[in-house]
């Protein structure tokens, strides 16, 4: 045999290793998705040290957009400050209710009291939209804080995500959230901070940060 002859029944070889390796992994991935069988709305909670997380919210806003399912969006803390994603949905998107707390950070009123007001404010509309089966995916951004900061009763949060409308889904957003939250949720993910601009001085820019 020559030497390119025996490169090519190598090369087959190669091919014939892939295909029954990526045939393997259809079978399981196949199984997987055949035993689950359970339709219903899933809670997810994007929480961590690292940035995207309403980024990854809003991801799925626009993916549920994209269906032609309704959406309701309510951000704690965030609302003081210009975002590209909110003004691109209340310009574009009739299938989206968006409501903000508005009062920007906590550090930056430095007024419990009144955060205290808005963020039940703020709450009383979040839970009429966990409440309500027309909502497809309710997005409540920032709302981790407002438990660590006990603003908010965190057992009426819970028994709000437990108990809203089966076909709903629900992201939450924000660090921490404790592990009760967690419990209820369906999925869980921990965003990791590697690295980040702003600690080497880079200035937050729109259309990426904001």
Request: overall charge positive; hydrophobic content about 35%; proline content about 0%.
């Amino acid at each position: 045999m020559t030497s390119e002859s025996s490169k090519t029944a190598n090369q087959k070889t190669d091919q014939q290793l892939h295909k029954e390796k990526m045939q393997k992994q259809k079978e399981r991935v196949d199984a997987q998705i055949a035993k689950n069988s359970i339709e219903r709305g899933v809670a997810i909670l994007m929480t961590g040290n690292g940035k995207g997380k309403t980024s990854s919210a809003f991801g799925m806003v626009f993916r549920a957009l994209g269906y032609g399912q309704r959406v309701g969006i309510v951000q704690f803390i965030k609302g003081a400050q210009e975002s590209g994603e909110v003004n691109f949905i209340r310009q574009h998107c009739d299938n989206a209710e968006i409501y903000q707390m508005g009062t920007g950070f906590t550090w930056n009123t430095q007024d419990k009291a009144a955060d205290i007001a808005a963020s039940e404010r703020t709450w009383v509309v979040a839970e009429r939209m966990l409440a309500d089966d027309q909502f497809d995916l309710v997005v409540l951004d920032e709302l981790t804080y407002m438990i660590g900061y006990k603003y908010l009763d965190r057992s009426k949060i819970i028994d709000a995500i437990s108990n809203r409308p089966r076909e709903q889904s629900v992201v939450v957003t924000g660090r921490g959230g404790g592990r009760e939250l967690r419990e209820v949720m369906d999925t869980v993910s921990d965003v990791k901070n590697v690295k980040h601009g702003y600690a080497a001085g880079i200035k937050a820019r729109r259309g990426v940060d904001c």
